[in-house]
């Protein structure tokens, strides 16, 4: 059996320093989005200096970026959960991936980035465990999207790719919160969002 790696009182501070700030990250980049939220909020958020949060993150670019490699961490262990269902077929699964996505979203636990900022999109495609996790996500829902079509549960004539884009942007659909808005509950919005996405709005 291997000895345990021990932590030290300062590792463990800065650990806990680090999470703090990512919690931060997450809450204002979900409330106000990447291009509203600055580096001074966040380090009074979190009641450090603005030079000690650099010491975590070298900008703001970096920050969005750790804030959405914790979520698709997340995201990833509800695959694993879901892959771990053997009684479930791939179309449940997907179904249940895109509810959880809206119920983050609903939660104000969804970090809103800009479609367009080139700083951002390189910051998130230099580091590697957004990256690493981005495609481990993928692949794992591209595997149960081609199954679904092969089980005839989803259609074959969109391309899997396309199904796949379609499910990522439920997690930034303003839909969501325009119907919270207008006070309608969290699981009848979410019902709602699911119906039009895997059934269409065809008469049935």
Not at 29 to 53: H, P, Q, R, Y
Not at 119 to 130: F, K, M
Request: negative net charge; hydrophobic residues 50%; proline residues 3%.
């Amino acid at each position: 059996m291997s000895a345990m790696v021990k932590v030290s009182f300062k590792q463990q501070v800065l650990i806990a320093r680090e999470g703090a700030i990512v919690d931060s990250v997450n809450r204002l980049l979900a409330e106000k989005g990447f291009d509203l939220m600055t580096v001074d909020e966040v380090a009074a958020d979190v009641g450090i200096a603005k030079a000690s949060l650099y010491k975590h993150f070298a900008s703001k670019e970096a920050l969005a970026a750790a804030a959405m490699t914790r979520l698709l961490r997340r995201a990833s262990e509800r695959l694993a959960e879901l892959a771990a269902s053997s009684d479930s077929t791939a179309l449940q699964r997907l179904k249940a991936v895109v509810r959880w996505t809206m119920e983050v979203q609903l939660a104000g636990e969804m970090p809103s980035l800009p479609a367009q900022n080139s700083s951002l999109r390189q910051a998130l495609v230099n580091d590697p465990d957004y990256m690493g996790l981005l495609m481990a996500v993928s692949d794992q829902l591209g595997e149960w999207i081609v199954q679904a079509q092969e089980a005839g549960q989803l259609t074959s004539a969109v391309p899997p790719e396309v199904i796949l884009y379609t499910f990522f942007a439920r997690a930034c659909d303003p839909v969501l919160g325009v119907l919270r808005t207008g006070g309608h509950p969290t699981e009848q919005i979410i019902e709602w969002v699911l119906s039009t996405c895997f059934d269409g709005l065809l008469a049935r």
